[in-house]
């Protein structure tokens, strides 16, 4: 307020008006009448467990599909912020160029933004705190460093960067707003001003000195604390020698030092937490920050707790946020690392009001032949190329009839794919091979009866990215081989190179179009289960050794199965990298609530969230889910002797007479998710396990172990039926010993019983008001 622009240092401020004056009659107008864009803040923390009341809002974070009534490009504004690297590490005046254009339209909408706001709320924050950052750089721009001015202009320095602050602290209220989202949203955004607000550059403002030499608020001269609270701060910074103390930057590698605070044994004694709280809030915080940071890959359902008793203490801090912008602790910054732990963004490649509309069905399904043509102005571009798809693909409605089945049967029972293979040969010191089926067992079997339950079926898998492109044309060619010339997959391709080579080897096969992210798991079954056509989704790193179509359908058909998964060798566990979704409206609803799930908790693992939803061993939540139908029936497919999981990790493998029993061989290659915080396919890939999957040493003496995967082992252009049978016999196990009996499963074990109970939020812990 009273707030003016330098003229020509600042690059954003009105020429005529109060730089924050706007902003100020926003805010004031918000708190007074409340529109539909302050209330949005608060629409994701209420949940209903009301069947049909589940609010499917899909709240659009990024403003990815907003057509703005003001011709604000929300998509090009966004993304012209570039990498977090950038904007956390470089000078402000080398990050905020390209965003001058969009920052000054923005700007001549000052009197209209609480309706600006309501096209784009994270929008708008970044878009404040890009001015205050500006803004506070402003006077080093133009006068230079403060230590080469006169006492006067020392003085105009200091008070106009606490003018900066005081604007943004009474008129911005963007701590204010950032809270009224819960803070998986905030992590989960590509809206970067966490990112903003921790900066390298915002860090070094001289206002900031006032907090940074404050004992009380870093806690400093404490006699006998709970908690170590100086050494817990030397953990984020790299201290310099006769540096002084606000010249440490924020380290790198702090997270291994900070684990034993985390979990301090002093903390968990009696009282002390309360303790903590009453002689370093600061501190208390940033240990829960650590411990949130953590869940977000480990224990979601923790995180989720700890989201709640964060939001407390943050709320309070609105009057004065320089409390996480400026002291000794790096709050703002540990936010900012929150970022790197979401596995998707909040993206649909599918349109809001398809998934709404299209929950419930009439009772026949969707005649799709003749509805290509009306999609064509209402349906996604996904959802158009998954009709054409149908329209064109073969082999998908198989087979119509019981006398079609029972000759499909006799064409495939008993023969495996590669008849070529001498099947006495001993691989690796181990037995040799028998035959998978013959004789009696395979004219008993094809004599069997059964029926496809739905319209159709269909394969399918996804593929983005020069990782895993490259292997397109190996992967298409063993599954129509192992189907025996059957082409029902859909290859969905997630990038235009690997568009352009899935045309290539598998025309007709592929569907083009989508955003890359994990949420296709779910997003790709029920869009097939709109046309009735039941979906086996296959990871990319699974082998087909032979058909599974009849084993899949059959074990199907004997529980009416709506849902079949593969599951762990010796754990209850199960694996979402092979699942059978029947076509069900039951399964629609089901779908649909997952799919939301994930969307509104970007940080959630596909195959955690999976379990969770099953009410399997384990979860996402200490409160009931907000289911809008009944639990679907489901199966785990056979995981010891036909689908069947690396024993690249522990309690994975398989037993079985021969490898010819094997049906589908998930081989953990290990790079399938965006989360940058989980690091589990570089850790799998060095482990000893992987390795042993790999090295060929161990059947062909005097070759060199190469610097491989098991991508390159099953489908690269070195690869060989001999290799291939060696490292799923690096897999196979000698006896079977059950592990986690009674246990949940997950990260951190714990008693199936003990999961129905809750867990109390806040631990009735008592924050002070911070000023």
């Known amino acids: ?146 230590e080469s001015l006169d006492e006067a202009r020392q003085q105009v320095y200091d008070n106009y960067e606490r003018s900066c602050y005081e604007a943004f602290r009474r008129e911005g209220r963007t701590l204010d707003l950032m809270t009224r989202y819960p803070l998986r949203a905030t992590v989960g955004t590509k809206w970067p001003f966490l990112i903003v607000l921790g900066s390298y550059t915002l860090r070094q403002a001289r206002f900031g000195r006032h907090y940074v030499f404050d004992d009380d608020l870093n806690c400093r001269h404490i006699k006998d604390p709970v908690v170590d609270w100086a050494a817990l701060q030397n953990v984020f910074y790299r201290r310099y020698d006769d540096a002084p103390v606000e010249d440490g930057d924020v380290a790198d590698t702090w997270y291994d030092a900070s684990l034993k605070f985390i979990f301090s044994p002093r903390l968990s004694m009696p009282g002390a937490k309360q303790q903590a709280v009453n002689e370093c809030p600061l501190g208390y915080m940033m240990i829960k920050c650590l411990h949130a940071f953590m869940m977000l890959s480990t224990e979601s359902a923790y995180f989720k707790t700890t989201e709640m008793t964060l939001a407390r203490p943050l709320a309070s801090m609105s009057d004065n946020p320089a409390l996480l912008l400026f002291t000794e602790w790096p709050l703002m910054q540990m936010f900012g690392f929150m970022r790197r732990a979401a596995r998707h963004g909040f993206a649909l490649d599918y349109r809001v009001a398809e998934l709404r509309e299209l929950r419930r069905l009439p009772d026949a399904p969707i005649p799709f032949h003749s509805h290509l043509a009306s999609l064509s102005q209402t349906a996604s571009p996904l959802h158009r190329a998954v009709v054409a798809f149908l329209l064109g693909a073969r082999d998908v409605y198989l087979p119509p009839s019981e006398e079609q089945a029972r000759a499909y049967r006799e064409r495939t029972v ?141 074990h199907q058909k004997s529980g009416d199965y709506e849902i079949l998964i593969s599951g762990s060798f010796a754990t209850h566990c199960i694996c979402n990298g092979i699942v059978y979704f029947r076509a069900t409206e039951n399964m629609r609803l089901w779908l649909l609530d997952v799919i939301h799930w994930m969307y509104d908790h970007p940080y959630e693992h596909d195959q955690k969230c999976f379990a969770a939803w099953l009410n399997h061993t384990e979860r996402v939540s200490y409160e009931p889910l907000p289911r809008s139908g009944s639990l ?86 070195n690869s060989t039926l001999e290799r291939r049978i060696w490292a799923l016999e690096q897999s196979r196990q000698r006896d079977r010993v059950s592990l986690l009996d009674g246990m949940s499963c997950g990260f951190s074990s714990e008693s199936l019983e003990k999961m129905q109970g809750g867990l109390q939020v806040n631990g009735g812990l008592v924050f002070p008001t911070f000023r």
């Open 414 to 554: 008993g023969r495996h794919v590669d008849v070529d293979v001498d099947a006495d040969v001993a691989v690796a010191g181990r037995p040799a091979s028998a035959p998978r089926v013959g004789g009696a067992e395979a004219a008993a079997a094809a004599n069997g009866s059964w029926a496809l339950p739905s319209t159709g079926l269909v394969y399918a898998t996804m593929v983005y990215g020069k990782s895993f492109n490259r292997y397109i044309e190996a992967f298409v060619s063993r599954f129509e081989r192992a189907l025996f010339g059957r082409r029902n997959l859909a290859l969905f391709t997630l990038d235009s190179t690997s568009a352009e080579e899935c045309e290539r080897v598998w025309p007709g096969g592929c569907v083009k179009g989508g955003t890359p992210g994990i949420m296709h798991k779910f997003l790709i079954p029920w869009i097939f289960n709109i046309y009735d056509i039941d979906l086996v989704w296959i990871d990319f790193d699974v082998y087909f050794w032979q058909d599974p179509t009849l084993d899949i359908l059959e």
């Open 632 to 717: 679907p029936t489901w199966d785990t497919l056979d995981s010891v002797v036909k689908f069947i999981t690396a024993a690249v990790v522990e309690g994975n493998g398989w037993m079985a007479d021969s490898w010819r029993n094997v049906v589908l061989f998930h081989f953990l290659h290990g790079e399938s998710d965006m989360s940058e915080l989980d690091v589990s396919g570089g850790w799998l890939k060095n482990s000893k396990a992987y390795k042993g999957h790999i090295d060929p040493a161990g059947f062909k003496k005097g070759s060199a172990a190469p610097k491989s995967t098991l991508m390159e082992v099953f489908f690269g252009p």
């Open 1 to 146: 307020r009273g707030l003016h622009c330098v003229a020509g240092t600042a690059h954003f401020c009105p020429s005529r008006h109060p730089l924050y004056s706007p902003l100020s009659r926003f805010m004031l107008h918000v708190l007074r009448f409340p529109t539909s864009a302050s209330l949005a803040f608060l629409s994701l923390q209420l949940i209903s467990s009301d069947g049909d009341a589940v609010p499917w809002k899909f709240e659009d974070y990024d403003c990815r599909y907003v057509k703005s009534v003001y011709g604000i490009d929300w998509n090009g504004f966004r993304d012209a912020f570039g990498k977090p690297a950038i904007i956390q590490t470089l000078p402000v005046m080398e990050w905020i160029g390209p965003l001058w254009e969009s920052m000054q339209h923005i700007d001549t909408f000052q009197d209209l933004w609480v309706t600006v706001s309501e096209e784009c709320p994270l929008g708008m924050l970044s878009f404040f705190s890009v001015y205050l950052v500006q803004c506070m750089t402003n006077m080093e721009a133009t006068f230079g460093k403060f």
